[in-house]
């Protein structure tokens, strides 16, 4: 992103002020308490299980789950009851398909593979019969996304399902069915960001026949309430890096405030979790900052002098550092000190030292990955793969998220995350090759110290 443009939305975001926002909201705010209460008299009344699944499908769709947490589990409860005690049966495709999916989304993992035995024939496979039924098909494709490995009958819906609704979706008289179903050969809804999916699903739902009009006005309300909530942090957010000056004065460096912010407004977007998307959008900008220092900005020796005052976390020295590293260094240790203050004051617990070890850490990697491009080293793909769960940044992060979203935090639990358990170590494994694929097949891969990334990617063999 260019300087020019980081000014641009800096400036477009800084219009919507505080008051632009509390106005807007206070105006809606009764009404749309007022509507979540219609909503729940008409839960209340429901009796049908497939009626209760098609709704709570539709309020996650609509993005509005975050209102009716309680109400939805209520639900799930009743029906996952009467399916224990086979009173009802769900012979429909359709009907068992969207039990399957929602129960298996809301922890249900006990809701096994062999409730799609009754379509299936001896031999393992679906009977012919299913492949006529676009609507459960639909409902199938979508189930398939929350099998386990090792579950055969979800592999043969998935692998059945894509064929048979690629095969007729061009000949599906519904307009709203065929819209669902090209939009969910796209990307399956296990896969898409809640907050996008209700922008589009809003206007797919109001041309349903089973649409409730109550339930479309409220997600459109509060679409545009959290959106407003969500522009007002961004204002916020985009003077906070402009009075610190980074987006201007560090031309090496990318400027991509923007886009961190987007981030974490896809992962977490209800308003009470204003402080995550703030801590965690600063934190992402420094990391970029600091993983900038280090592949595009700093000499050996000073990217050497820089680890060690990070790791000795000591700022006395850092004027021995060039101006401009200097006041990267300030900004790092500023917001992490920022961050763990919050804790402190909101959880109760010290985290200075885990977020001091893992920045240490990380800028460990950061010098790994230096010296083997400064010194033409061509590491293996373990030694990279290795080093790159630290470098990509994703830790800290994580780190981060686990210190701001968690009500109960323990010396017990912090020990725990900061040995980097399994799934943080994949989820940031991910992210590195994921970035690392982008980087090689763009204009970036000219820049000279992204050559140890391009010889493991030739190893592992995802360069073209």
Same mark, same amino acid.
């Given at each position: 992103?260019?300087? *020019?443009?980081?000014?641009?939305?800096?400036?477009?975001?800084?219009?919507?002020?505080? *008051?632009?926002?509390?106005?807007?909201?206070?105006?809606?705010?009764?009404? &749309?308490?007022?509507?979540?209460?219609?909503?729940?008299?008409?839960?209340?009344?429901?009796?049908?299980?497939?009626?209760?699944?098609?709704?709570?499908?539709?309020?996650?769709?609509?993005?509005?789950?975050? %209102?009716?947490?309680?109400?939805?589990?209520?639900?799930?409860? /009743?029906?996952?009851?009467?399916?224990?005690?086979?009173?009802?049966?769900?012979?429909?495709?359709?009907?068992?398909?969207?039990?399957?999916?929602?129960?298996?989304? %809301?922890?249900?993992?006990?809701?096994?593979?062999? &409730?799609?035995?009754?379509?299936?024939?001896?031999?393992? *496979?679906?009977? /012919?019969?299913?492949?006529?039924?676009?609507?459960?098909?639909? /409902?199938?494709?979508?189930?398939?996304?929350?099998?386990?490995?090792?579950?055969?009958?979800?592999?043969?819906?998935?692998?059945?399902?894509?064929?048979?609704?690629?095969?007729?979706?061009?000949?599906?008289? /519904?307009?709203?069915?065929?819209?669902?179903?090209?939009?969910?050969?796209?990307?399956?809804?296990?896969?898409?960001?809640?907050?996008?999916?209700?922008?589009?699903?809003?206007?797919?739902?109001?041309?349903?026949? @089973?649409?409730?009009?109550?339930?479309?006005?409220? +997600?459109?309300?509060?679409?545009?309430?959290?959106?407003?909530?969500?522009?007002?942090?961004?204002?916020?957010?985009?003077?906070?890096?402009?009075?610190?000056?980074?987006?201007?004065?560090?031309?090496?460096?990318?400027? *991509?405030?923007?886009?961190?912010?987007?981030?974490?407004?896809?992962?977490?977007?209800?308003?009470?979790?204003?402080?995550?998307?703030?801590?965690?959008?600063?934190?992402?900008?420094?990391?970029?900052?600091?993983?900038?220092?280090?592949?595009?900005?700093?000499?050996?020796?000073?990217?050497?002098?820089?680890?060690?005052?990070?790791?000795?976390?000591?700022?006395? #020295? +850092?004027?021995?550092?060039?101006?401009?590293?200097?006041?990267?260094?300030?900004?790092?240790?500023?917001?992490?000190?920022?961050? @763990?203050?919050?804790?402190?004051?909101?959880?109760?617990?010290?985290?200075?030292?885990?977020?001091?070890? +893992?920045?240490?850490?990380?800028?460990?990697?950061?010098?790994?990955? +230096?010296?083997?491009?400064?010194?033409?080293?061509?590491?293996?793909?373990?030694?990279?793969?290795?080093?790159?769960?630290?470098?990509?940044?994703?830790?800290?992060?994580?780190?981060?998220?686990?210190?701001?979203?968690?009500?109960?935090?323990?010396?017990?639990?912090?020990?725990?995350?900061?040995?980097?358990?399994?799934?943080?170590?994949?989820?940031?494994?991910?992210?590195?090759?994921?970035?690392?694929?982008?980087?090689?097949?763009?204009?970036?891969?000219?820049?000279?110290?992204?050559?140890?990334?391009?010889?493991?990617?030739? #190893?592992?063999?995802?360069?073209?």
């Amino acid at each position: 992103m260019s300087p *020019n443009m980081g000014s641009t939305y800096t400036e477009h975001a800084m219009m919507w002020d505080c *008051n632009s926002v509390q106005e807007y909201n206070e105006k809606y705010f009764e009404e &749309v308490e007022k509507m979540k209460d219609d909503v729940r008299g008409l839960i209340d009344q429901l009796m049908d299980p497939l009626a209760m699944l098609e709704l709570i499908d539709a309020i996650q769709r609509l993005g509005l789950e975050y %209102h009716f947490k309680r109400e939805i589990k209520g639900m799930l409860d /009743s029906v996952h009851e009467h399916t224990n005690a086979n009173r009802f049966q769900y012979g429909e495709l359709h009907a068992a398909t969207l039990r399957f999916r929602l129960l298996r989304q %809301h922890g249900y993992y006990e809701m096994p593979q062999d &409730v799609f035995c009754k379509f299936t024939d001896d031999s393992g *496979n679906f009977m /012919s019969a299913v492949e006529d039924d676009v609507k459960g098909l639909l /409902s199938l494709y979508e189930a398939s996304f929350h099998g386990f490995e090792g579950e055969t009958i979800m592999d043969k819906a998935r692998v059945l399902s894509i064929a048979h609704l690629r095969r007729q979706k061009d000949d599906i008289s /519904s307009p709203v069915l065929a819209w669902k179903i090209e939009h969910a050969l796209e990307m399956p809804i296990h896969w898409r960001p809640n907050r996008l999916e209700a922008m589009w699903f809003m206007e797919v739902y109001k041309d349903d026949p @089973g649409m409730n009009p109550t339930l479309l006005k409220l +997600a459109k309300l509060d679409y545009n309430l959290v959106q407003s909530i969500h522009r007002e942090e961004l204002s916020q957010l985009a003077r906070w890096w402009s009075e610190l000056g980074l987006g201007t004065s560090m031309t090496f460096s990318r400027d *991509n405030l923007l886009e961190h912010y987007l981030w974490n407004v896809t992962m977490v977007f209800e308003p009470q979790y204003k402080a995550f998307r703030e801590m965690t959008t600063k934190m992402t900008c420094v990391i970029t900052l600091i993983d900038d220092v280090y592949d595009k900005l700093g000499s050996l020796n000073e990217l050497e002098l820089l680890t060690h005052l990070i790791d000795r976390w000591d700022v006395t #020295r +850092a004027d021995e550092l060039p101006l401009t590293m200097r006041t990267c260094f300030q900004a790092l240790y500023n917001i992490t000190n920022e961050i @763990g203050c919050w804790v402190l004051k909101e959880r109760g617990i010290e985290v200075h030292p885990y977020l001091q070890k +893992a920045w240490a850490d990380q800028c460990k990697a950061y010098l790994v990955e +230096a010296n083997w491009c400064y010194k033409g080293l061509k590491p293996s793909v373990q030694d990279y793969l290795s080093n790159a769960v630290r470098s990509v940044g994703g830790f800290i992060v994580l780190l981060c998220c686990f210190f701001i979203t968690t009500d109960d935090l323990t010396k017990d639990k912090l020990e725990c995350i900061s040995r980097i358990p399994s799934v943080m170590q994949c989820s940031t494994l991910i992210g590195r090759l994921n970035n690392d694929l982008h980087l090689l097949n763009s204009a970036f891969i000219r820049c000279h110290k992204l050559k140890c990334k391009h010889a493991c990617a030739v #190893r592992i063999g995802c360069w073209r």
